[in-house]
């Protein structure tokens, strides 16, 4: 079965520092995943995803995630925080079925100025 | 283009009673699914619909149950509430392609409170 473990409930930066979510992911097989994240009274939004063209994968907003199976991570990553970053971040594995997503427990980042 | 809508925004109702939420997908796109998200089960997948046929299901009960109309807006409705439905429920659409790994969007979700 497929399954994405987020490693922090909560992370705290303050704005202009780099930003680290980490998730480590269980798969059987090749998996597909992806980085989600949702402002407050606000629905997901797809940050990226790896399908596996390429193990460093570039999204939106300056963020990137990169896949290593060795290490079965799929860690987020961001250069210098802003504070429109403060949300939840969702790690996602699809689950073998049409859009069928397995969501991580989430991730709380707050970004202090 | 609009995005995913979701009515209504709120909902307040009582144990027993049923309930039906609404979504209307991005235009063009075929395929809907719903996820519900509470603070201790996290965001969990309920179904998920395309050309009026559900393709996939999560893990709920039958009182859980959905439909897709031809013009791909769908409705989700919850018979016999019970206080643990309480929820976010999440509708994303995407074009319903054979890549199982498309692009969801998501709208802003139904609060659903059961009292």
């Known amino acids: 079965a497929q399954s994405v473990t987020q490693l922090d409930s909560h992370v705290s930066v303050s704005e202009g520092t780099p930003v680290l979510l980490r998730c480590n992911y269980s798969?059987?097989?090749?998996?597909?995943l992806f980085w989600y994240v949702q402002h407050p009274n606000k629905g997901l939004q797809l940050l990226l995803k790896?399908?596996?063209?390429?193990?460093l994968v570039k999204g939106i907003n300056g963020f990137e995630a990169e896949f290593k199976k060795s290490e079965t991570s799929f860690h987020l990553t961001k250069p210098s925080a802003h504070m429109s970053d403060a949300a939840e971040y969702f790690c996602?594995?699809?689950?073998?079925?049409?859009?069928?997503?397995?969501f991580g427990a989430g991730t709380r980042l707050a970004v202090h100025p | 283009k609009a995005g995913v809508t979701q009515t209504p925004r709120y909902l307040i109702k009582t144990r027993g009673q049923q309930v039906t939420l609404s979504c209307s997908p991005i235009?063009?796109?075929?395929?809907v699914s719903w996820y519900q998200q509470t603070p201790g089960q996290g965001l969990q997948f309920l179904f998920e619909?395309?050309?009026?046929?559900?393709?996939n299901k999560g893990n709920f009960p039958g009182r859980f149950s959905g439909r897709q109309f031809s013009n791909s807006r769908s409705e989700m409705n919850v018979s016999t509430l019970e206080l643990g439905d309480s929820a976010l429920y999440l509708c994303?659409?995407?074009?319903?392609?054979?890549?199982?790994?498309?692009?969801?969007?998501f709208g802003s979700g139904t609060q659903l409170s059961v009292l």
């Open positions: 798969s059987s097989y090749s998996p597909s």
């Open positions: 994303a659409s995407s074009s319903g392609g054979a890549a199982l790994n498309e692009k969801l969007f």
């Open positions: 996602v594995v699809l689950s073998g079925g049409y859009n069928k997503l397995i």
């Open positions: 790896y399908t596996s063209a390429a193990t």
């Open positions: 235009s063009g796109h075929r395929s």
């Open positions: 619909y395309f050309s009026e046929t559900q393709r």
